[in-house]
T-cell receptor
């Protein structure tokens, strides 16, 4: 069966520090991968999606970047975090007509 | 552009009350429609889905019918429980774009 791993679950980082969140998928090949962010009091915002290795599409301009170095690995990064980067980050993969989500990372920038 | 609109929350109900959470969509094409649920401190879980007009998705006592004429996918449950307290997200996907578009979510609180 397919599973998705996302870590860490919780992260507290100072303003200006770098960020790296990792997501891996098991049990499927060539998945579509996504990073979503849920800011406090707001819905899910699609940040990035990828249909293959090295292929990244950005949905909104921001302080973040994404990379897909391997077929089932998706990384969300920042060189310098801002307070506004705080939120709940969700990785997901999709197959045909359904998306599957990781457990999420709660990031607090202080 | 494509979008999903959900009713504003929070929704507070007593146990065994009837639940309706409204969801309407705008899409250029024939989307698949979903309801996801997020329990406190967790990620999202698929609750139910419908892939074409007039399909009814159902799971755990929840139901939603894909209404193309009204572009709606309202979530209903006849008798809610305290354990149903969560945030509910309506979403659509258009397969060709590989993207999922979510509503803002509706927080449900069920009181014993």
């Amino acid at each position: 069966s397919q599973t998705i791993h996302q870590w860490p679950a919780t992260l507290v980082q100072p303003v200006g520090s770098p960020l790296s969140l990792e997501c891996t998928v098991e049990g499927t090949s060539n998945p579509n991968l996504y990073w979503y962010r849920q800011a406090a009091g707001r819905g899910l915002q699609l940040l990035f999606y990828s249909v293959g290795i090295g292929q990244i599409s950005s949905e909104v301009p921001q302080n973040l970047s994404a990379s897909r170095p391997q077929d089932r690995q998706f990384i969300l990064s920042s060189k310098k975090l801002l307070l506004s980067d705080s939120g709940f980050y969700l990785c997901a993969w999709s197959h045909v007509t359904e998306a599957f989500f990781g457990q999420g990372t709660r990031l607090t920038v202080v | 552009g494509d979008s999903v609109t959900q009713m504003e929350g929070p929704v507070t109900l007593s146990e065994e009350a009837f639940l309706t959470i409204n969801c309407t969509y705008t899409a250029t094409g024939y989307p698949s429609l979903f309801w996801y649920v997020q329990y406190p401190g967790e990620g999202l879980q698929l609750l139910l889905k419908a892939t074409k007009a007039d399909d009814k998705g159902s799971n755990k006592g929840f139901e939603a019918t894909y209404r193309k004429e009204t572009t709606s996918f309202h979530l209903e449950k006849g008798s809610v429980q305290v354990s149903d307290s969560a945030v509910y997200f309506c979403a659509l996907s258009l397969g060709g774009t590989y993207k999922y578009i979510f509503g803002t979510g509706t927080r449900l609180k069920v009181l014993a």
